[in-house]
């Protein structure tokens, strides 16, 4: 079984601040992990992953994550927001071959 | 360009209706799904299909019907549907099993009246 929390359904920051939202999952056996990002009238689009190998991820637009196997964790960070991040973020899971489970999204919104 | 593309991207169909949703990937991959995202509702998955075959359906009333009939191409067949299935509906493509994450498409936002 798989499953995914996102903590915090919507996280607002001013330009610049840090951007962290919150990912923790569940798996029997050694997950794949995923956060996409996803901007209004779009569909999702990979921000990065993490499959084997160096648990801190980086991906596009400066953001980056941690897999963190003892806190069963893979936060999202970005150092100095922008107004462009703005979008509902996405972590998803992949335990089971082929199938990818999400969590519920988190909703940023980045204030000027 | 995600290299997926779906069409139409707006669709408004009444409830005795039938209309096709269509899903093209120009990537190579062999593995095809369909999503539906409503509103205040997580992503629910709906089908799989991996090199052209169906290998998931989960539990989804059979007002919807999929067809792959290539790796390409991906339908999803709509008739007789109900107001709640107004959703944005998603494709998304993957090689092999996923691991290295799936390409969406931009969606059809489908409203049903």
């Known amino acids: 079984a798989q499953s995914v929390t996102q903590l915090g359904s919507h996280v607002s920051v001013s330009e610049g601040a840090l951007v962290l939202l919150r990912c923790n999952y569940s798996?029997?056996?050694?997950?794949?992990l995923f956060w996409y990002v996803q901007y209004p009238n779009q569909g999702l689009q990979l921000l990065l992953k993490?499959?084997?190998?160096?648990?801190l991820v980086k991906g596009i637009n400066g953001f980056e994550a941690e897999f963190k196997k003892s806190e069963t964790s893979f936060h999202l960070t970005k150092p100095s927001a922008h107004m462009s991040d703005a979008a509902e973020y996405f972590c998803?899971?992949?335990?089971?071959?082929?199938?990818?489970?999400f969590g519920d999204g988190t909703t940023l919104t980045v204030k000027p | 360009e995600t290299g997926v593309t779906q069409t139409p991207r707006h669709l408004v169909m009444g409830m005795t209706n039938k209309k096709s949703l269509k899903c093209e990937q120009h990537?190579?991959?062999?593995?095809m799904y369909w999503y539906k995202q409503s509103a205040k509702k997580p992503l629910e998955l709906m089908f799989v299909?991996?090199?052209?075959?169906?290998?998931e359906n989960n539990s989804v009333p059979s007002r919807f019907s999929p067809e792959c009939p290539n790796s390409s191409h991906l339908f999803l067949h709509l008739h007789t549907l109900q107001p709640e299935d107004s959703a944005l509906y998603l494709c998304?493509?993957?090689?092999?099993?996923?691991?290295?994450?799936?390409?969406f498409g931009s969606g059809t936002r489908l409203t049903v009246v």
């Open positions: 998304a493509s993957s090689q092999g099993q996923g691991e290295l994450g799936y390409t």
């Open positions: 798996s029997s056996v050694p997950p794949y």
């Open positions: 993490y499959t084997t190998g160096a648990t």
């Open positions: 998803a899971v992949m335990a089971n071959a082929g199938k990818s489970t």
């Open positions: 990537l190579g991959h062999n593995a």
């Open positions: 299909y991996s090199l052209e075959e169906r290998v």
